[in-house]
């Protein structure tokens, strides 16, 4: 059993984030909680607090079912859908090419195959959007399908663990849609030109969520940590991402006689894993035309699994500013510099010419493909110590940039 302090206060903020609170997806009750308590603990550590709210949706579903002839088949409710009950014919279509020709108005669409190979990225979403995936909205709107299930096979690389995964999720698309397993997909497949019975138990809820935002000094030529406080709704979110937060409130708590230069603001996002990244569009709206204000970004996710290293990776930092970095880092055991990874918040400020780094996980990977958005995402996978370690690291770092 430890007796550092510090790590102690990090299993207790795990143990309160992932498993005290049930749900921290954001639109929810639990998400509100957790943002409420990190906000307590920012402030009780000296640190101005502000928590700007914001609309966004939160979900409500009890699962779907269909039937096709006496056979019952195994689906699971796209996120954000809306509901649904409908009797219809099912079609399918296999690629792009296969739905533009497909009159699929009034029916069941059945995507599968190359299709169904990737998420589609979310019609508004701002930071990464493919042309093929605006096609293939823009075609089932015109295309008007009653719904969509989709039959997805594993794709770790892009949709992390989740075995199937939601090919729709989406608060902006209105077709209701839900999806199973390519299997499931292939022993549907027998029923296309016959009529089904599918029905989806969801309906969307308006909400409010909001970042936490804590600071201290000379908010120009700020440092700005950042990590994303909600989590998928499967999950109990450690590594994805408590760990992150939890870093930053241990710092916060080493920083209670920081003399403020530079200047540190503590962002905690709220909907790195929501549709709409309401909390990424708040704070930049919220900082229209003085983002050069920020000298650097540093964001935490993925932070603290028990094997491997911890890795670092820079995005458009001056080479002065790398060279402290590394070799402020270079003294810290196991704080190693790591390959470039392009899915986290931090590409916020780098897309803003802002210079950033991230920190997380050198196995990130297979922690990736195996645990992340999955019920295995829990805290006997974190070790309290490498947090620890972590916020002691940042700590010294920060004088020096």
């Not at 794709?155 to 199937?164: F, H, S, T």
């Amino acid at each position: 059993m430890t007796t550092d302090p510090l790590c102690i206060q990090a299993e207790k903020h795990l143990q309160h984030l992932c498993l005290d609170i049930p749900n921290r997806s954001l639109g929810s009750a639990g998400n509100r909680t957790a943002t409420a308590y990190v906000a307590e603990v920012l402030a009780a550590a000296g640190f101005e607090v502000d928590c700007p709210e914001f609309a966004c949706l939160d979900w409500i579903h009890e699962g779907a079912s269909l039937s096709a002839g006496r056979e019952n088949f195994n689906l699971q409710v796209g996120p954000y859908s809306q509901g649904c009950q409908v009797r219809a014919r099912l079609v399918a279509a296999g690629s792009v090419a296969e739905l533009e020709a497909l009159p699929a108005g009034g029916k069941v669409l059945l995507l599968h195959g190359e299709i169904a190979r990737e998420q589609l990225m979310p019609k508004n979403f701002p930071f990464y959007n493919p042309e093929e995936h605006q096609l293939i909205y823009r075609l089932l709107e015109e295309k008007q399908p009653l719904a969509v299930i989709a039959a997805t096979q594993r794709n770790p690389e892009l949709a992390g663990a989740l075995y199937p995964f939601p090919l729709i999720e989406d608060g902006d698309f209105d077709i209701p849609s839900a999806y199973m397993t390519d299997e499931e997909g292939r022993h549907l497949a027998k029923f296309i030109g016959q009529e089904v019975a599918l029905e989806i138990r969801s309906r969307r809820s308006p909400a409010t969520g909001c970042n936490v935002l804590a600071s201290r000094g000379d908010a120009h030529g700020r440092v700005v940590l950042s990590a994303h406080i909600d989590a998928k709704p499967t999950t109990p979110g450690a590594l994805d991402n408590a760990t992150g937060v939890t870093t930053l409130l241990l710092l916060a708590d080493l920083l209670r006689d920081y003399a403020g230069d530079p200047g540190v603001e503590i962002f905690i996002v709220n909907g790195e894993d929501h549709y709409s990244a309401a909390g990424e569009f708040d704070y930049l709206k919220r900082n229209a035309g003085k983002l050069d204000e920020i000298r650097l970004n540093i964001n935490l996710d993925g932070v603290g699994y028990r094997q491997g290293s911890t890795a670092y990776s820079l995005y458009g930092v001056p080479d002065e500013m790398a060279v402290q970095i590394r070799q402020s880092f270079a003294t810290q055991p196991g704080l190693v510099e790591g390959e470039l990874w392009y899915q986290g918040d931090h590409m916020m400020f780098f897309q803003n010419q802002v210079p950033a780094m991230a920190i997380t996980s050198g196995e990130m990977a297979p922690l990736w493909a195996e645990i992340a958005h999955t019920a295995h995402d829990r805290p006997e996978l974190v070790d309290p110590e490498r947090l620890a370690a972590l916020g002691r690291a940042l700590q010294a770092l920060l004088p020096l940039l």
